[in-house]
């Protein structure tokens, strides 16, 4: 059970734009920054998206963050068959007073 | 650029201690106003940050692990380690070490490449 929520899959075609969602509370989302990563089968996860809506230099403009209240959200524009991946969102709680991370969403790219 | 990678055995026995290595390049682990964090994923699940050490001494661990782990930092050999005590097979899992950027950040870059640690007789 984590304690950011992620919806476990999403899918869309070439060209198409996704969104991912990532659920949390007052502790964690709505008072600190949320963090994406991009975690291809086999590879270590890489920082997509940091401080809520930053592109971390050489990843694609393709990619963007959002939040409001306690949700954040990536979305990912025309899509790629590459994109194909599990994305996690990551963000820091007061209660536990430690970075969490939401349980992954698995994108399939039709 | 400050590139990381795990290291330790790949096997330990149920109740020892699994201990790993994070060897740092590309910087000195001693000038670096950085956390210095360790992740882990058990297969086919998601990521659980285990802990952190900032500052050469200052350590931060998740509560629910807190009472099995150690870290610790070498900065004459430019590293910091894990120790995991009394593991059982729910500890299996690949572990990674990560850069973390803040106090109150959820920010991991870099990450290491990542180690797997299976925990069986």
């Known amino acids: 059970q984590s304690v950011l929520t992620q919806p476990p899959s999403v899918s869309g075609a070439p060209r198409q734009r996704v969104t991912i969602s990532c659920s949390g509370s007052?502790?964690?989302?709505?008072?600190?920054?949320v963090n994406w990563y991009q975690q291809v089968p086999g590879k270590a996860p890489k920082l997509l998206i940091y401080?809520?809506?930053l592109l971390p230099s050489g990843v694609s403009d393709r990619f963007s963050g959002s939040k409001s209240g306690t949700s954040g959200s990536l979305a990912i524009s025309g899509l790629q068959p590459e994109d194909e991946a599990e994305y996690y969102c990551?963000?820091?709680?007061?209660?536990?007073?430690?970075?969490?991370f939401g349980g992954g969403t698995k994108l399939t790219v039709l | 650029q400050l590139q990381l990678q795990e290291s330790g055995p790949g096997l330990v026995k149920p109740s020892e201690t699994l201990s790993l290595t994070c060897s740092v390049s590309?910087?000195?682990?001693?000038?670096?106003?950085?956390?210095w964090a360790w992740i882990r994923q058990p297969p086919r699940k998601g990521l659980e940050w285990i802990g952190d050490?900032?500052?050469?001494?200052?350590?931060y661990y998740n509560p629910s692990l807190k009472s099995r782990i150690t870290i610790s930092v070498d900065t004459s050999n430019n590293r910091f380690s894990l120790n995991l005590y009394s593991v059982t097979a729910a500890d299996t899992a690949v572990y990674y070490c990560?850069?973390?950027?803040?106090?109150?950040?959820?920010?991991?870059?870099?990450w290491g490449q990542g180690t797997l640690v299976t925990v069986s007789s």
């Open positions: 990560a850069i973390r950027d803040g106090y109150n950040s959820g920010r991991f870059d870099p």
């Open positions: 590309g910087g000195s682990i001693s000038r670096s106003s950085y956390y």
């Open positions: 050490i900032y500052d050469s001494g200052s350590t």
């Open positions: 007052s502790s964690n989302i709505e008072n600190n920054a």
């Open positions: 401080y809520d809506d």
């Open positions: 990551a963000a820091w709680d007061d209660s536990l007073n430690g970075p969490v």
